[in-house]
């Protein structure tokens, strides 16, 4: 089992930058994939990075590719996501999910989630 509470989120205006963090409990959060997905009022939820589990492989959607880095801090069981350049079509709310095996841009394969943290993008 692992549980996720993500943090970091807020407003900021478009250029700007913010960082969200992912805390994972359990003893077993070095054999787990992660990702960020985002979901926009009236949206599906969609891809936005992914990590391996040793951390030494990440996975980007287009849209973020270059703005966005995904990292993790096995140690601190820590996944996090910063964010640069933010746009207002940034303006989501942002899970990370946490799956056993190898990464996927697919939600439906991550079997864990966090609530969710509201980032928003004024322009």
């Known amino acids: 089992q692992v549980q996720l509470v993500e943090s970091g989120g807020g407003l900021v205006q478009a250029g700007g930058s913010l960082r969200l963090s992912c805390a994972a409990s359990?003893?077993?959060?070095?054999?787990?994939?992660m990702g960020w997905f985002r979901q926009a009022p009236g949206k599906e939820r969609e891809f936005v990075a992914a990590?391996?589990?040793?951390?030494?492989?990440?996975y980007y959607a287009d849209s973020v590719k270059g703005r966005f880095t995904i990292s993790r801090d096995n140690a601190k069981n820590t996944v996090y996501l910063q964010m640069n350049s933010l746009k207002p079509e940034d303006t989501a709310v942002y899970y990370c999910?946490?799956?056993?095996?190898?990464?996927?841009?697919?939600?439906?394969?991550?079997?864990?989630w966090g609530q969710g943290t509201q980032v928003t993008v004024s322009s």
């Open positions: 999910a946490a799956r056993s095996g190898i990464y996927s841009r697919r939600s439906n394969d991550y079997g864990y």
């Open positions: 359990g003893r077993t959060f070095s054999s787990y994939a």
């Open positions: 990590i391996s589990a040793s951390g030494g492989s990440t």
